[in-house]
């Protein structure tokens, strides 16, 4: 079977992105990496410098629809002997927060 010009084009759709950190090459250079994990597989990807990996990770992000729960909700946590008390604070104020 002959190898054509798509065989490396990947599909954005349900991928996530996970930030690898910094890894050692031939014990002198540093090298920044991400994966792109897909449904059964995983792509590592490599940048010279760091800048230049945040750059790529944010154009993906942007891309594949990226958001952060965080971004939308505020998410506190609760501790089971307060409870109680925490929800009955929040009733009096009116202000709901996702539980």
């Known amino acids: 079977m002959a190898s054509s010009s798509y ?14 950190g910094t890894e050692n090459f031939e014990s002198s250079q540093t090298i920044y990496s991400f994966e792109l994990i897909f449904a059964g597989k995983a792509l590592k ?5 760091n800048e230049e990996k945040q750059a790529w990770i944010e154009k993906i992000k942007s891309t594949i629809g990226y958001s952060n729960i965080f971004d939308y909700y505020k998410i506190e946590v609760l501790h089971l002997y307060n409870t109680k008390n925490y929800i009955e604070s929040y009733r009096k104020r009116k202000v709901w927060s996702c539980m």
């Open 7 to 20: 065989d490396k084009i990947y599909s954005l759709t349900g991928a996530f992105i996970k930030d690898t």
């Open 45 to 49: 990807l490599f940048a010279n410098k």
